[in-house]
């Protein structure tokens, strides 16, 4: 297998601590993810901004797109992102829509497992209609409520699709190891190092963490 990459999830609303955050722990991950409320609150413009300050990194906008899916992701794929999230539950024609637009730009489309009632059936639907990545996700506010995505990991796992997988929900230095083990192959982090006193420290332990495995 592939060694697994680790996305840092870009939260803040503010444009000028998003560039300095990826500025920051851009050593130590692969991908970084500009957070939903980040992207509706700055819009294509960082994305476009990213790109030219981090040509090697893979850029990942999490649009989390519930409607009109190739209409929202095409100008987020045009300025750069290699990556755009859908959500599972907007149904097939919204995801189909954001794996046209992902194709036709040379890219590639996650679905966003988060709050889907039959997620088996959801991945084995959307990696038929050529999802590139299927992203299990226990949201913030499900984090606040006790969940974790850990359980959903080792379901879609089990599937064995011709997907990448991702997780994403409170991933810290204490579970990471397990997360890779379970079979992610794309780890995201976001809290655990936006919170730490020190993010390039955490960052970088989070990374050798992986590599450890
Ligand atoms: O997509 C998100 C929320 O919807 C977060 O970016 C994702 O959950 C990663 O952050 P954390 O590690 O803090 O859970």
Do not use: W
């Not at 509706?40 to 790109?51: F, P, T, Y």
């Not at 539950?89 to 040379?106: D, F, P, W």
């Amino acid at each position: 297998m592939a060694k697994p990459l680790i996305q840092m999830a870009l939260d803040s609303l503010d444009f000028d601590q998003t560039v300095a955050l990826a500025t920051l722990v851009a050593p130590h991950v692969d991908i970084f993810e500009i957070g939903t409320p980040c992207i509706k609150h700055n819009g294509v413009n960082l994305v476009r901004e990213l790109r030219a300050r981090f040509p090697d990194k893979l850029l990942l906008v999490d649009l989390k797109t519930m409607d009109a899916g190739e209409y929202e992701a095409t100008p987020f794929y045009a300025a750069g992102a290699d990556i755009c999230t859908v959500l599972g539950v907007s149904g097939l024609a919204t995801c189909a829509g954001v794996i046209k637009a992902a194709n036709a730009h040379g890219a590639e489309a996650q679905i966003d497992l988060i709050n889907v009632g039959d997620k088996v059936a959801c991945a084995r639907a959307t990696a038929e209609a050529g999802a590139h990545i299927m992203g299990i996700h226990t949201g913030l506010d499900a984090q606040a409520a006790g969940h974790t995505p850990f359980a959903d990991l080792t379901d879609i796992a089990s599937l064995g699709l011709p997907v990448r997988i991702s997780v994403a929900g409170g991933i810290n230095a204490s579970t990471v190891q397990d997360v890779v083990r379970a079979g992610a192959n794309i780890i995201v982090v976001g809290a655990a190092i936006y919170g730490a006193a020190s993010p390039a420290d955490a960052a970088r332990e989070i990374r050798e963490l992986v590599d450890a495995v």
